[in-house]
């Protein structure tokens, strides 16, 4: 029963994260940087601490008792999630949901299961798996299958996204992706999926914190909500320097107050898509909670984002007009992708 529901939890995660950027498409007449910056307040902000307070209502104490050292290494990998937060949007911005997300989460998949191996094979600790420790055995050898899988199918999107280019004339590329741009949306994908991964590091390093919550007396399915408050805090100090930074270059500051726009409507779907992104990782703890597998945890809540994502990909329309073999690369190299998920996750359940 416990799997069971961990696999509903990263379902529900998933289509939270899969759906996030569809209400910042209702937003009009917004730079890119206002209304990302309007979302991510509510994102690493105002609801971590609110779910929190709701969930486990002592974590303001455990964080405050908590060593520098944690509270460091939780911030820090907030910080390079936060550069692939911030490029994840661009990422979408440029390549749509469909394409973009493809990537962006094949990397972080990938790159997910390898970053806390890495660490620990520098700065080893009991009971965590080391790089060189999945090269010596039959279930990280397959994890690194899974990786290799993984980059194939990127490969393939990659290509899908190559021949859409030449099959589609600007007019409707732009219809459907209105600044589609191959390149652009491909150097930021790769910075944003492997910068990302950097989120499940983050959760392993405020572990401390989730554990104190549990030997307190709080719920387990809601231990991570207080590292999230801490490693979301280094999300938001990324994406703020940079949007305000946007904001300054652009002169668009002035979007927070025109009247010219619609600001409760942009402020409501902004505030509504910056909900929905933190509600991924809610869920995702809850799953996390009761499968009790990190690495896991994190290739099967991508897998679902894949899934709701490229569902959203194809509702929009953004693959229409190209040819067949176009629609069945793409195919493909989702298909790669999400088995190279499967491979990690057998891998992951192995003796390592």
Not at 157 to 175: I, T
Not at 207 to 218: C, I, L, S
């Amino acid at each position: 029963m416990g799997v069971f529901l961990g696999i509903i939890f990263h379902f529900i995660g998933g289509f939270a994260s899969g759906s996030f950027y569809i209400p910042f498409k209702k937003v009009r007449d917004w730079a890119w940087e206002s209304y990302w910056i309007v979302g991510g307040l509510f994102s690493w902000l105002i609801v971590p601490p609110l779910a929190a307070w709701l969930t486990v209502p002592g974590f303001a104490a455990i964080i405050g008792q908590t060593d520098a050292a944690t509270l460091g290494w939780t911030y820090l990998m907030g910080v390079f999630w936060g550069i692939g937060g911030l490029t994840y949007g661009l990422g979408i911005r440029y390549l749509g949901m469909s394409l973009g997300n493809s990537v962006i989460l094949g990397y972080c998949s990938a790159f997910g299961a390898l970053v806390p191996s890495i660490y620990y094979n520098f700065f080893p600790a009991e009971g965590k798996i080391t790089f060189s420790g999945m090269l010596g055995s039959d279930g990280g050898r397959l994890v690194l299958l899974g990786v290799a899988v993984c980059l194939a199918g990127i490969a393939i999107c990659g290509r899908a996204g190559m021949m859409k280019e030449k099959d589609l004339p600007e007019a409707q590329k732009k219809e459907s992706v209105k600044e589609f741009s191959l390149v652009k949306g491909l150097i930021v994908a790769t910075v944003s999926g492997i910068l990302s991964a950097c989120f499940n590091f983050g959760i392993e390093a405020g572990k401390p914190m989730a554990a104190e919550a549990v030997a307190q007396g709080f719920n387990p399915l809601f231990q991570n909500n207080v590292t999230y408050v801490v490693l979301l805090w280094g999300g938001l100090t990324t994406n703020f320097i940079w949007c305000m930074a946007l904001n300054a270059r652009n002169k668009t500051f002035g979007d927070y107050t025109n009247k010219a726009t619609p600001l409760l409507h942009n402020y409501t779907f902004s505030a509504f898509a910056g909900t929905t992104w933190f509600l991924q990782f809610f869920f995702y703890g809850m799953g996390e909670s009761k499968l009790g597998n990190g690495a896991s945890s994190w290739i099967l809540h991508m897998a679902f984002i894949i899934l709701v994502s490229n569902g959203w990909g194809i509702w929009l329309k953004e693959w229409r007009g190209v040819q067949r073999r176009t629609l069945v690369t793409i195919a493909t190299g989702i298909l790669t992708i999400l088995a190279s998920v499967v491979i990690v996750g057998v891998g992951n359940a192995l003796p390592k």
